[in-house]
T-cell receptor
Framework: DTGVSQNPRHKITKRGQNVTFRCDPI?????LYWYRQTLGQGPEFLTY????????KSRLLSDRFSAERPKGSFSTLEIQRTEQGDSAMYLC?????????????FGPGTRLTVL | GQNIDQPTEMTATEGAIVQINCTYQ??????LFWYQQHAGEAPTFLSY????GLEEKGRFSSFLSRSKGYSYLLLKELQMKDSASYLC?????????????FGRGTSLIVHP
């Protein structure tokens, strides 16, 4: 396993369109996180899965955002009716553990540009 | 909520030592992480502290004081490749989950 992978790496879309990103975590990792990062800022937490269950979702997250992890392996993040403010790097991270869990391993990210 | 504060930018000379500070306010503290992020790349894990004291790993060390809400990352024998953003992340318990919250990052510039 070569680590966390994300697709696509770059996405340019027009305002109002829907986009979907995919994350494939490290195979034995049961935890998966989505973050959003803009220039000069740290990653901002969006949502968290343990296996297939979505356990946490940021209160800042609009209803236009939805995420799934149907079989407890890969995950998708969908943004509906994109807005220019959605332009950011979307990072996926995975970790293994029970209870507190361990360090997170990040994917390369998907850079979204909304025109 | 959580509040994490770290300097925006620091500069240092190749071969020197630099200390990057991080202060935080949180409830349900459950560990502090340091990550390195080069421009355009994903963060990579550097260190983890959950108990007070110093953790050393090669040229990098991290210190934690839970009572003061304070941590620092110490980089020794600086190399040009250490120029990057250094992210402090505090993990806290939210319900049954443990979610890390990241600071804005400290951009370190190492010059010859």
């Amino acid at each position: 396993d070569t680590g966390v992978s994300q697709n696509p790496r770059h996405k340019i879309t027009k305002r109002g369109q829907n986009v979907t990103f995919r994350c494939d975590p490290i195979s034995e990792h049961n935890r998966l996180y989505w973050y959003r990062q803009t220039l000069g800022q740290g990653p901002e937490f969006l949502t968290y899965f343990q296996n297939e269950a979505q356990l946490e979702k940021s209160r800042l997250l609009s209803d236009r955002f939805s995420a799934e992890r149907p079989k407890g392996s890969f995950s998708t993040l969908e943004i509906q009716r994109t807005e220019q403010g959605d332009s950011a790097m979307y990072l996926c991270a995975s970790s293994y553990g029970t209870g507190e869990g361990g360090e997170q391993f990040f994917g390369p990210g998907t850079r979204l540009t909304v025109l | 909520g959580q509040n994490i504060d770290q300097p925006t930018e620091m500069t240092a000379t190749e071969g020197a030592i630099v200390q990057i500070n991080c202060t935080y306010q949180t409830s349900g503290f459950n560990g502090l992480f340091w990550y390195q992020q080069h421009a355009g790349e994903a963060p990579t894990f550097l260190s983890y502290n959950v108990l007070d004291g110093l953790e050393e790993k090669g040229r990098f060390s991290s210190f934690l004081s839970r009572s003061k809400g304070y941590s620092y990352l110490l980089l020794k024998e600086l190399q040009m490749k250490d120029s990057a953003s250094y992210l402090c992340a505090v993990r806290s318990r939210s319900g049954g989950s443990y979610i890390p919250t990241f600071g804005r990052g400290t951009s370190l510039i190492v010059h010859p």
